[in-house]
């Protein structure tokens, strides 16, 4: 058994998830490179664990932008749910959207006139 | 929905409450978990597609999903687990779409090698190999960064990370080992040289 034979299994046995079969372990018992390559491995893994424990900042405004959007997507679920699977033509949706708040029937009124626009043009 | 303001109780601090209440319907409980979470979100988002926008965009779609999909939710893992698998997701999509329209996304090249000549006591400093690991890490190819990424950091199963990703297990094993081999290469340079037939090995 060579070094290079050793490539993959090196690093799928430094986590320590699978262990080196016979063969292996006696190449390695024996191979300072190969026991150096492991410390190497080992030391990746550590550091790479380190990561986890790390925080990007996202530029300003990502998490406003978020709530925006789940906030719009609630709106447009309950306003489905107001509608109750009927197919009610826009301005009907309107007029029942309007009770659970004028800006989930904005929503919907631009959505639908982007929507269309391809079709107009 | 009428939503009273000024006058929230206040929110649990335990996540896997919070996710309870969301799952009822609460709006606001809901809002807590994203602003309790999307900071790590967006860590992981920008480490799998190495891009700030893409980032963005990643975490947008994931919690849009996450809300969609909150029903579904059984809390048998972590709150963070599941929403890790759909940022995983979310950002293997966008990869996706990304590749189509630039092509070097795919360049399966080692990248540029890391300058060999270090001095012996900043390779011990652990700030350093900290700094070169993550260099290492945005040379990666995309789609072996996601699966290390997901393996090695946010310690996601092999079926987990097969599964958000549309591959096999034994496909992201295979990933995981060259990802682990090409790093290892990158951040300890000069070292055990079997890496240079790397690119015989295609996965
Ligand atoms: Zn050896």
Redesign the interface.
């Known amino acids: 058994m060579r070094c290079d034979d050793l490539g993959d299994v090196l690093a799928a046995t430094a986590d320590g998830s699978v262990s080196l079969d016979d063969a292996a372990r006696r190449h390695v018992e024996r191979c300072l490179r190969c026991q150096a390559e492991l410390v190497q491995y080992r030391k990746l893994l550590r550091t790479l664990r380190t990561l986890r424990t790390e925080v990007l900042e996202p530029a300003p405004g990502l998490l406003a932008e978020i709530l925006a959007n789940v906030e719009a997507a609630g709106e447009r679920h309950a306003v489905r749910s107001l509608l109750s699977g009927r197919r009610v033509a826009y301005l009907g949706g309107l007029a029942a959207a309007t009770a659970a708040g004028a800006g989930a029937a904005i929503v919907i009124a631009t959505r639908s006139k982007r929507a269309r626009l391809p079709l107009a043009g | 929905?009428v939503v009273p303001h000024g006058s929230d109780p206040p929110m649990p601090a335990d996540l896997a409450d919070l996710v309870a209440l969301a799952k009822e319907g609460d709006?606001q409980a809901?809002?807590e978990l994203?602003?309790r979470t999307?900071?790590?979100s967006?860590?992981l988002a920008?480490?799998l597609t190495g891009d700030?926008d893409d980032?963005?965009d990643v975490?947008?779609e994931s919690?849009?999903r996450a809300?969609?999909g909150l029903k579904r939710f059984r809390g048998d893992a972590q709150f963070t687990t599941w929403l890790y698998r759909i940022t995983a997701n979310c950002a293997s999509n966008q990869l996706r779409r990304r590749a189509r329209h630039r092509h070097e996304e795919l360049d399966e090249e080692l990248g540029p090698v890391v300058d060999a000549s270090h001095d012996p006591a900043a390779l011990a400093d652990?700030a350093d190999?900290?700094s070169r690991?993550?260099g290492a890490l945005e040379e990666l190819p995309p789609r072996l960064r996601a699966v290390?990424v997901l393996r090695?950091?946010?310690?996601l199963s092999h079926e987990a990370i097969a599964a958000e990703l549309g591959i096999s297990e034994s496909a992201a094993?295979?990933r995981?080992?060259?990802a682990?081999?090409k790093?290892?290469a990158q951040?300890?340079p000069g070292?055990?040289d079997?890496?240079d037939?790397e690119s015989a090995h295609a996965v």
């Open positions: 929905m709006h809901f809002e994203v602003r999307y900071s790590d967006y860590t920008l480490r700030e980032a963005r975490v947008q919690y849009l809300y969609r652990v190999l900290r690991v993550e290390v090695d950091i946010y310690d094993k295979v995981l080992h060259r682990r081999r790093l290892r951040v300890f070292r055990g079997d890496q037939e």
